[in-house]
């Protein structure tokens, strides 16, 4: 999966931080949604941690693991699950108290 981006400059045009975007659609709807300028598509891009995609929060893979060494596919399916049981999480907890249902 290829990695979009959109830069984000400070007062002076010095680049001070990315927002990662799993498409330029994704792109296009958050600057519009955030009243940002859309600077056209800038796709392709490779980065080195996992992150999520700021509009959708789709999983994006990065090259590197947290030690800085290449990241297998143990590694990016483990971090994949992990990140769907915490966007999962506040639901099952909203179904735990109203009806009393336990989850591991």
């Not at 999983?59 to 590197?64: A, D, F, V």
């Amino acid at each position: 999966m290829s990695t979009h981006i959109h830069i984000i400059e400070d007062e002076k045009g010095d680049v001070v931080d990315y927002n990662y975007f799993c498409s330029d659609l994704c792109n296009q709807s958050f600057c519009g949604e955030h009243d940002l300028h859309y600077d056209g598509e800038y796709g392709q891009v490779e980065h080195d941690a996992n992150v999520l995609c700021e509009n959708c929060e789709e999983p994006l893979r990065g090259l590197t693991n947290e030690h800085g060494t290449d990241q297998t596919e143990e590694e990016w399916n483990s971090w994949k699950e992990e990140v769907k049981n915490l966007k999962l999480k506040p639901y099952l907890d909203v179904l735990q108290n109203k009806i009393g249902l336990e989850y591991r």
